[in-house]
Nanobody, 122 residues
Framework: QVQLVESGGGLVQAGGSLRLSCAAS????????MGWFRQAPGKEREFVAA????????DYADSVKGRFTISRNNAKRAVYLQMNSLKPEDTAVYYC???????????????WGQGTQVTVSS
């Protein structure tokens, strides 16, 4: 069973910070690199960040480098996204998913969670 639950979104002013959390089932989380994706209104879902199972390698979209930090706690089967210096263009629904080992920017499972809304005001 694939289960992904995102939380931590909210409304914040530009320049503010939010910390997103993703909880996954054991089967979904085990031995998988994990990533965050986002989808803004009228836009396609896009890659945000990814982290390997051991946490040794991370990857970020150019638009968030230096501002966002991805991390994970395998004991808790959780993935986090610390978002700082938020911009209005970061407004979107954020989702987590496993990502492929060959391409950390490609999601692995076809089933997505409900996501968590992040809204950044001017």
């Amino acid at each position: 069973q694939v289960q992904l639950v995102e939380s931590g979104g909210g409304l914040v002013q530009a320049g503010g910070s939010l910390r997103l959390s993703c909880a996954a089932s054991a089967r979904t989380f085990s031995n998988n690199a994990m990533g965050w994706f986002r989808q803004a209104p009228g836009k396609e879902r896009e890659f945000v960040a990814a982290i390997t199972y051991g946490g040794g390698i991370t990857d970020y979209a150019d638009s968030v480098k230096g501002r966002f930090t991805i991390s994970r706690n395998n004991a808790k089967r959780a993935v986090y996204l610390q978002m700082n210096s938020l911009k209005p263009e970061d407004t979107a629904v954020y989702y987590c998913n496993a990502v492929t080992r060959g391409d950390y920017r490609t999601f692995l499972f076809g089933s997505w969670g409900q996501g968590t809304q992040v809204t950044v005001s001017s």
